[in-house]
Nanobody
Framework: QVQLVESGGGLVQAGDSLRLSCAASGRTVSSYFMGWFRQGSGKEREFVAIINWSGDSTYYADSVKGRFTISRDNGKNTVYLQMNSLKPEDPAVYYC????????????????WGQGTQVTVSS
């Protein structure tokens, strides 16, 4: 079992930055690829980014490439999503999730999910 708890969401203005954290616990958490998804109001959940277990390989959705950075600290069992230059289209509930397959971009490929953290961007 893997438990995931997100934090760091909030209300920011367009152009601001925000860093989300995902604290993971469980016996085999370091074996999982960790991803971030988001779900805006009335929208489907969409892939944002994924990172491998060592943290040296990442992949991003085109919509956030160059603005968001995913990272992980295995010593702290924590995954981060640094979000810069936030745009009015970025507001959503952001979820972290754990998958056993690299480059998993479908929500169905993830085995564990956090409860989500709300990000709101005012223009």
């Amino acid at each position: 079992q893997v438990q995931l708890v997100e934090s760091g969401g909030g209300l920011v203005q367009a152009g601001d930055s925000l860093r989300l954290s995902c604290a993971a616990s469980g016996r085999t958490v370091s074996s999982y690829f960790m991803g971030w998804f988001r779900q805006g109001s009335g929208k489907e959940r969409e892939f944002v980014a994924i990172i491998n277990w060592s943290g040296d390989s990442t992949y991003y959705a085109d919509s956030v490439k160059g603005r968001f950075t995913i990272s992980r600290d295995n010593g702290k069992n924590t995954v981060y999503l640094q979000m810069n230059s936030l745009k009015p289209e970025d507001p959503a509930v952001y979820y972290c999730a754990a998958a056993l397959r690299w480059l998993a971009r479908s929500s169905g490929e993830y085995d564990y999910w956090g409860q989500g953290t709300q990000v709101t961007v005012s223009s």
